[in-house]
């Protein structure tokens, strides 16, 4: 079975950015949370969908593969499910940034002052804790929409994303920031 299939949950790239449209439109400000809400409930459903990816692909459960063939396994599952040509960036210890210069939710999306792929962070954050030893947390610290040239993703543990959002708050960049929790 391919995420491709029509009769997987129609959590696709142009649904997420429809309902990202009207959102904005009907919340301003407040589509945030309900945006990474629907995300973060997708995340079963895209961990069903990579699942089946892998087996179709001869590679077995994700919970089962290497680090770095789960890294590949992911980013090749992405990117024919239209969401984006990802890379994996480790940051330490307890961090990794995937970016992609190319994130669908990002893509015709409206300006805006700040990143805003709420949806994204939901979802990464829900698909990877699956197979990560415990929950995660994600963090979009650059983004398409925000004019930035990446989209870029922070994956860690819930702990460690508050620590590195506090510092940016504080005023870091986000590796300074990064490096001084890890």
């Known amino acids: 079975m391919s995420f491709l299939d029509p009769s997987l949950p129609a959590h696709t790239p142009t649904t997420v950015r429809a309902l990202r449209h009207a959102l904005i439109r009907d919340l301003g400000d407040g589509f945030a949370g309900a945006l990474q809400e629907a995300g973060t409930a997708s995340g079963g459903a895209m961990m069903d969908a990579f699942d089946g990816w892998c087996s179709t692909h001869g590679l077995g459960h994700p919970e089962a593969l290497a680090i770095s063939r789960f890294r590949a396994a992911l980013t090749d599952f992405l990117a024919e499910a239209g969401w984006g040509h990802v890379r994996f960036v480790p940051l330490g210890e307890a961090v990794v940034a995937i970016e992609a210069e190319d994130w669908a939710e990002a893509v015709e999306a409206p300006a805006l002052?700040?990143?805003?792929?709420?949806?994204?962070?939901?979802?990464?954050?829900?698909?990877?804790?699956?197979?990560?030893?415990?929950?995660?947390?994600?963090?979009?610290?650059?983004?398409?929409?925000?004019?930035?040239?990446?989209?870029?993703?922070?994956?860690?543990?819930?702990?460690?994303?508050?620590?590195?959002?506090?510092?940016?708050?504080?005023?870091?960049g986000h590796e300074a920031a990064v490096r001084a929790v890890s």
């Open 113 to 172: 002052p700040h990143p805003g792929c709420f949806f994204s962070a939901g979802m990464l954050a829900d698909l990877i804790g699956r197979v990560a030893d415990g929950p995660m947390a994600c963090l979009e610290v650059t983004c398409g929409a925000a004019g930035h040239p990446a989209c870029r993703f922070l994956l860690g543990s819930p702990a460690v994303l508050t620590a590195v959002h506090e510092r940016i708050v504080e005023g870091s």
